[in-house]
């Protein structure tokens, strides 16, 4: 399942996922790598703060959706993804 996010079409918000919520994370493992990428929006200040990975988003148009996507690699070698849908629309 894909959590969908309402963006304004002016906004720069940032949005993220935690890794170590429902224990993806083993024990003593980080997140080495944190990279996001998504079509027709403006990424900027890509973090990783301990389980947590975000990047702020601007930009799109009204009306449309678009894919916001965080790959990670773990100190471990183990690389997943997960990606958001942000509908823009007026708030």
Partial sequence: MIETFTHAP?????YGFDWLAN???AS???IETSTWTAQGLTLTRQQISGGVTS???AGGKKGNSYKLTNTITTNQGRTDSRTIT??????
């Fill in 10 to 14: 002016g906004a720069n918000l940032d």
């Fill in 23 to 25: 224990g993806w994370l």
């Fill in 28 to 30: 003593g493992e980080t």
């Fill in 55 to 57: 990047v702020f988003a």
């Fill in 86 to 91: 942000l509908a823009v629309e007026d708030r």
